[in-house]
């Protein structure tokens, strides 16, 4: 039987201290959901697939393929592929959505130029018809800060796109969602972010378009996986 999502507490695995789970949290709150927060960046263990009711893999600077460094990503990989397997909900957000593609056997690369800052990403036609990302128009603002890019795996449905790179979300089955791109970016994430970005990078008003849109899917990603939504 598949268990309930709120029967555990959800994981957020965060790699770096300022790539924390932002409006992701608060979404994750106002619908009676636990997170434990996992910092790969102080030691802390991958938690194995029978200790959560979910998993949420934030960004990171790190490739995949860093394993050498970072040998808690073949534990995260694995994590990944167990909760697929057992129909777990899933988030992974750029360095996340890469993780759950190479958990999935799907090439992950370095692209051709680093994408980085407020934009835009465009859904396919799958991506309009998605009740979690296609309700609210045809494209999404997004902050982009990524240069490797992931290839969607077998059984994958491609959600959106954007000029520079064609693959930037992905969902399998109902309840695991990739997305290349950033949405859960709140003014104190954004502080975090500022040192390691340019100022135009995270401008007002703009970032606050990027919350409101990533706030409604997330939303309506979290009611989904919890049974609240109605299956896309």
């Known amino acids: 039987m598949r268990p309930r999502p709120t029967a555990l507490p959800w994981a957020v695995i965060q790699h770096v201290a300022w790539e924390g789970p ?7 709150a106002s619908r009676g959901l636990k997170l434990r927060l996992y910092r790969m960046d102080q030691g802390d263990a991958v938690p194995g697939v029978d200790e959560v ?14 394993t050498a460094d970072h040998p808690h990503l073949v534990h995260e990989r694995r994590l990944l592929r167990d909760a697929v397997e057992r129909e777990l909900p899933i988030l992974g957000v750029c360095l996340g959505a890469q993780l759950l593609a190479a958990a999935l056997d799907a090439r992950v690369e370095r692209g051709p130029i ?26 999404v603002p997004v902050v982009h800060w990524h240069e490797e890019t992931f290839h969607v795996p077998e059984r994958g449905v ?14 399998l089955g109902h309840h695991a969602y990739a997305f290349q791109f950033h949405l859960e970016v709140d003014r104190e994430l954004a ?3 500022a040192p390691r970005l340019s100022p135009a990078a995270l401008e007002e008003p703009r970032r606050a378009e ?11 990603y979290f009611d989904q996986v919890l049974g609240s939504g109605r299956s896309s």
Request: aromatic content about 4%; proline content about 4%.
């Open 22 to 28: 932002g409006t992701i949290a608060g979404e994750a």
């Open 53 to 66: 009711g979910g998993v949420i893999v934030m960004g990171g600077p790190m490739s995949v393929h860093d």
């Open 114 to 139: 680093l994408e980085v800052g407020i934009g835009e990403v465009t859904l396919t036609p799958e991506g309009k018809r998605d009740l979690v990302v296609g309700p609210d128009g045809d494209s």
């Open 158 to 171: 491609l959600l959106a796109e954007s000029d520079l790179y064609r693959n930037q979300a992905f969902r």
């Open 191 to 193: 502080a975090a972010w």
């Open 210 to 220: 990027v919350e409101r849109a990533g706030r409604a899917i997330l939303g309506r």
